[in-house]
């Protein structure tokens, strides 16, 4: 496709489930991302992907929180045991190349709520 | 360390007039900086962003931001104000170590009046 695409686009869960949001990003590109927005926040950063490598992982909130991808493409972030704080908007974003200035392309999200 | 600050969460401005947002950044490096647009049920768009060329950057839409390293500061300016810039910006810091890990600001939702 010609830009990121996320699915589902909504969630809802009962809080204790397992969740897996999808990402499928631009193709080509190297770098991918993923990022959460709370209401009447900016976005925090999860963790992001060089190929299918996770460098950085440093922003899963708890372990809770997985993420892979695999051939270089699709990424799968998976939450399990699913709490209510984890309600948010789940972007994710890919470049070119994961540096400073590349740009990032977002997708619309997918947003999870949980009862 | 990086952080962003936005000056204001909520700007309203009237069609045709200046359109001024803030951004604050603090970084221990050089900075990249970044002003993303997200319309309603839709994801981040860059607007514009800066790498260490030129201080002064023009984006799409009409907006541009001046880097002022002295006042750490980037904001977002737009001559005149349209309908369709109603949306929420994002203000970004990378330091460019961390491939791409960007720090976002809080936001700031701009309405525009007839």
């Known amino acids: 496709g010609a830009g990121v695409s996320q699915s589902p686009s909504n969630k809802v869960t009962e809080k204790g489930k397992d969740v897996e949001l999808r990402c499928d990003p631009i193709s080509g590109h190297t770098a991918l991302y993923w990022y959460r927005q709370s209401l009447g926040q900016g976005l925090e950063f999860l963790i992001y992907?060089?190929?299918?490598?996770?460098?950085?992982k440093s922003g899963l909130p708890s372990d809770r929180f997985s993420a892979e991808r695999t051939g270089g493409s699709v990424s799968t972030l998976t939450i399990q045991r699913t709490q209510q704080e984890d309600s948010a908007v789940y972007l994710c974003a890919s470049s070119l190349v994961a540096g400073g200035t590349d740009t990032q392309y977002f997708g619309p999200g997918t947003r999870l709520t949980v009862l | 360390a990086q952080s962003v600050t936005q000056l204001g969460s909520h700007v309203s401005v009237s069609e045709g007039a200046l359109v001024l947002l803030r951004c604050n950044y603090s970084s221990s490096v050089p900075p990249y900086l970044f002003w993303y647009v997200q319309y309603p049920n839709q994801g981040l768009q860059l607007l514009l962003k800066y790498t260490s060329a030129a201080t002064l950057v023009k984006g799409i839409n009409g907006f541009e931001a001046e880097f002022k390293k002295s006042e750490t500061s980037f904001h977002l300016t737009k001559p005149s104000a349209h309908m369709s810039d109603a949306a929420e910006y994002f203000c970004?810091?990378?330091?460019?170590?961390?491939?791409?890990?960007?720090?976002f600001g809080d936001g700031t939702t701009l309405t525009v009046k007839p």
């Open positions: 970004a810091v990378s330091d460019g170590t961390n491939a791409g890990k960007s720090t």
């Open positions: 992907f060089q190929g299918n490598s996770a460098p950085d």
